[in-house]
Nanobody, 121 residues
Framework: VQLQASGGGLVQAGGSLRLSCAASGRTFSNYYMGWFRQAPGKEREFVAAINRSGQSTYYSSFVKGRFTISRDNARNTVYLDMNSLEPEDTAVYFC???????????????WGRGTQVTVSS
């Protein structure tokens, strides 16, 4: 699976962004999809995941209630809607295919190249 993330940018605290990740290659709907992020000097961490049908979603505690993950299997695309952004959300955001519910980076099957999100205070 090839993953291409887009939608990152610079936003003020309290603002919103929508990340998109377009997939190609293997059957998109076969995979749990997710988003991870990595801030400078920190390890990559789990943000959100969604099951194959899109009916179940999972979030890290620090984004729950602010971020929403969704997918469109007809368009082979997964989204991350980010609201009430905080400077602490500044990171490179990575799309991932083959996410497990253990949320470990080492379990991910495929990674996208990442998109930078910068939140100014």
């Amino acid at each position: 699976v090839q993953l291409q993330a887009s939608g990152g940018g610079l936003v003020q605290a309290g603002g919103s962004l929508r990340l998109s990740c377009a997939a190609s290659g293997r059957t998109f709907s076969n995979y749990y999809m997710g988003w991870f992020r990595q801030a400078p000097g920190k390890e990559r961490e789990f943000v959100a995941a969604i099951n194959r049908s899109g009916q179940s979603t999972y979030y890290s505690s620090f984004v729950k209630g602010r971020f929403t993950i969704s997918r469109d299997n007809a368009r082979n695309t997964v989204y991350l809607d980010m609201n009430s952004l905080e400077p602490e959300d500044t990171a490179v955001y990575f799309c991932a295919a083959g996410v497990t519910l253990e949320r470990r980076t080492r379990d991910v099957h495929y990674w996208g190249r990442g998109t930078q999100v910068t939140v100014s205070s």
